[in-house]
């Protein structure tokens, strides 16, 4: 029997969370077998179960993860408000929409994290919270507890929007809901 490094144990995991994240996104969590995720990150179901105890676990790191990275790609934007800015008009972009693998888990899964569970619900939870400080710090820095309901607001408005420009079968509208998106984001922001 090969035995791995504890190395190799936590990069195989890794992958096998990142490759989970991208297809719950495209395909939904229902849609997103155990077999078909372990051939995406090049294994066999058999080593599922040494990474994971079951679908909901993975479901609960995958949400944690996908909402880390996504907190943590807020570090890159310009300061304050102008970065608040950028992040809007990328959010509510085609290139996000068509996307919805490589783009933001509440937009993709939201409708699907409610109904999981407390796992998964609470690393979801979590995850919110780092999005609505991060929000909330760019709309007022100097009192960002200020600013938690229109924080809210504003990321309600995101996520609903780029949910109805995906569900959208008419391409000109879905582009339009977008503009309008971006409009009505920027002037609830004051």
Avoid: W
């Avoid at 933001?104 to 796992?119: K, M, T, V, Y």
């Amino acid at each position: 029997m090969v035995r791995y490094a504890k190395e190799h144990k936590q990069v195989t995991r890794r992958r096998i969370i990142e490759k989970a994240g991208h297809r719950f996104k495209q395909d939904g969590i229902d849609g997103s077998g155990i077999s078909t995720l372990m051939a995406d990150a090049g294994l066999t179901n058999g080593a599922f179960y040494a990474h994971f105890s079951s679908k909901d676990d993975l479901v609960a790191h995958v949400v944690a993860e996908e909402l880390h990275t996504q907190v943590a790609g807020y570090s890159t934007l310009r300061p304050g408000r102008p970065g608040l800015e950028d992040l809007i008009r990328e959010y509510l972009s085609p290139e996000h929409r068509d996307n919805p693998g490589l783009g933001c888990p509440s937009a993709a899964l939201l409708d699907e994290i409610g109904r999981c569970e407390d796992g998964t619900r609470q690393a979801y939870s979590d995850g919110a919270r780092a999005i609505l400080e991060e929000i909330s710090a760019r709309l007022t820095p100097e009192d960002p507890r200020s600013a938690q309901a229109k924080a809210i607001g504003l990321f309600t408005m995101l996520v609903g929007t780029m949910q109805l420009s995906r569900a959208l079968s008419d391409r000109k509208r879905a582009d339009e809901v977008l503009e309008l998106g971006i409009e009505n984001a920027l002037a609830f922001m004051g």
